[in-house]
């Protein structure tokens, strides 16, 4: 169900990100109201999204190696991603909504076909791995037909803490915080929290093992 008001917490933090489309309906967007996602403000800045991941998807210059490849596409990471760690590397192709609205720690990998829906606010911690074609849905709709058809949506925000792993064709559903320190089995659909330090599977994701804790890394 979507928020009545707005959330102070998620905006102030907004403007810690780089890229933001500032506006009523944004505002409206990332504290999970209704909000009409056609306004130009957020059409122009997902125009933009675009062109960047499409650059960023297609670029492979033919004298390129390993290190030339991974310092520049370091740098147009930098101009998609809203905050963003040391060292992180996504595997072409890759998709955003936004991408301004994501925060990513150290030391992230992504492999092929990752999708960030990225209306809310998406966080993930350092360590964190993902396997290829990974789903990251903060976007919903009301099931009102005519709510649809007005083009009116909300978003909630996702949240996956330090030390991750997310297996292959794994999707996240708006609203969910993955605690740290969790693998999450290919294929699972996580429509719930899941508590740290767990190993989940299945569709819906169900916690089937504990682990130890580890000690947080400075």
């Not at 056609?38 to 122009?44: H, K, R, S």
């Amino acid at each position: 169900m979507a928020s009545i008001e707005k959330n102070q917490k998620f905006i102030a933090y907004a403007k810690t990100l780089k890229g933001i489309p500032w506006c009523e309906d944004y505002e409206r967007m990332i504290s999970g109201m209704l909000y009409d996602s056609f306004v130009p403000e957020l059409v122009t800045e997902r125009t933009r999204a675009r062109q960047r991941v499409t650059k960023y998807n297609a670029y492979f210059p033919e004298d390129a190696t390993a290190e030339s490849i991974t310092g520049e596409r370091e740098a147009m990471l930098r101009n998609i991603i809203g905050k963003l760690g040391k060292k992180p590397y996504i595997e072409p192709p890759f998709y955003v909504d936004y991408g301004c609205n994501i925060s990513i720690g150290d030391d992230f990998y992504a492999n092929f076909n990752t999708t960030f829906l990225d209306c809310s606010l998406v966080t993930i911690g350092d360590r964190v791995m993902f396997g290829p074609g990974v789903s990251i849905f903060s976007a919903t709709h009301e099931t009102s037909i005519q709510s649809r058809r007005d083009g009116i949506e909300y978003a909630k925000p996702i949240a996956i803490g330090s030390d991750c792993w997310i297996g292959g064709d794994v999707t996240i559903l708006p609203g969910v915080t993955i605690g740290e320190g969790c693998t999450i089995g290919a294929g699972s659909v996580v429509t719930k929290d899941i508590p740290p330090f767990s190993i989940a599977v299945g569709s819906p994701a169900r916690v089937v093992k504990k682990l130890e804790p580890v000690p947080e890394l400075n």
